[in-house]
C-alpha cells in the first residue's frame, strides 16, 4: 500500500530561489509596513498600494526558478503518488517544479478574487494587475491573498489531509505563523514527523518524535526523499 505523505512548506523553501519574506530586513520588504499592504484595513485604505505591493511581489515571482527543494518534492509526488503538498507560499513555484496536488493555505499570488465570494477565482495573465477591474459578479478584484486578520479558507481541508498522513515532512516554516503552526495537531500518533530547518524550530511536544534534518531545504529535502524512495517495499 503506497504511503500517505505530507509535505508541509513554508517561507524558507522559497527564499532559497530568491523570494524575500516578510521577516527580512532588506528588499522589497524594507520599503513597506505589513500594516499598510498586508491587512484587510490596509486594502479597505488604501487598495491602489496593496496592488502595487502585490505586483512588484508577482514580478519578483515570476523571474524566481523552483529549487532543488521543489523539484525534489515533485520528484516525491511521482513515486508516492498519495503525496500532498500543503504551503503557506502564495508563490507558484511547487506547481511550476511539476508538483500537483498543492494546497495554499494563504492564497496564490498569481490569482485574483471576487470580494464577495473568497472562492471565486481569476487567473491572472502576468504581472500586472489594474485596480478597478472587476469580477463577472461586479466586484472589484483584489489579491488573492489572506491578508492578517482573515480566515485562512483552506485550513479545514489542510486538517483533514493531515490526519490521514503516514509521514508528514516540514521544510522552511518556523511554524509561528497559526493558524498553520497547529497543523501538526491533526497527525495521527503513528504518523513519522521529519522536520527540515536549519535552526531548530519550535516543536513544542514534538520535539522527541520529529525527526530534524538541520540542513537548508536545497539540501535536506532532496536527501530526504532519496531515503524515502530507497526504503520504500
Known amino acids: 500500500m503506497s504511503k500517505k505523505i ?9 527564499a532559497e530561489s530568491g523570494l524575500g519574506t516578510f521577516r527580512d530586513t ?8 505589513l500594516e499598510d499592504v498586508c491587512t484587510a484595513e490596509a486594502w479597505k485604505k488604501n487598495p491602489q498600494l496593496c496592488v502595487d505591493f502585490y505586483n512588484m511581489r508577482r514580478r519578483e515571482t515570476l523571474a524566481a526558478e523552483p529549487n532543488l527543494a521543489h523539484k525534489a ?38 490569482k485574483l478574487r ?8 481569476v487567473d491572472l495573465d502576468g504581472w500586472e494587475q489594474h485596480y478597478g477591474d472587476l469580477h463577472p459578479d461586479g466586484s472589484i478584484l483584489r489579491p488573492h491573498i489572506v491578508f492578517f486578520g482573515e480566515d485562512v479558507p483552506n485550513f479545514p481541508l489542510a486538517c483533514e489531509i493531515a490526519s490521514q498522513a503516514d509521514i508528514i515532512i516540514v521544510v522552511g516554516t518556523s511554524l509561528n ?12 500518533s503513528s504518523a513519522e514527523i521529519y522536520v527540515i530547518d536549519p535552526n531548530t524550530p519550535e516543536l513544542g511536544i514534538y520535539r522527541h518524535r520529529a525527526h530534524h534534518i538541520q540542513k537548508n531545504a536545497t539540501i535536506g529535502v532532496p536527501e530526504l526523499v532519496d531515503k524515502l524512495i530507497l526504503s520504500r517495499p
Open 177 to 188: 505563523v497559526y493558524p498553520a503552526a497547529f497543523l501538526l495537531q491533526y497527525a495521527p
Open 73 to 110: 518534492i515533485a520528484h516525491l509526488q511521482e513515486v508516492f503518488p498519495d503525496t500532498q503538498v500543503i504551503t503557506q507560499n502564495i508563490d507558484n513555484l511547487h506547481e511550476r517544479a511539476g508538483s500537483r496536488n498543492v494546497l495554499h493555505l494563504h492564497g496564490e499570488i498569481t
Open 6 to 14: 505530507v509535505v508541509f512548506t513554508g517561507a524558507g523553501v522559497s
Open 26 to 33: 532588506d528588499g522589497l520588504w524594507e520599503r513597506y509596513r
Open 114 to 121: 471576487s470580494q464577495k465570494n473568497v472562492h471565486d477565482l
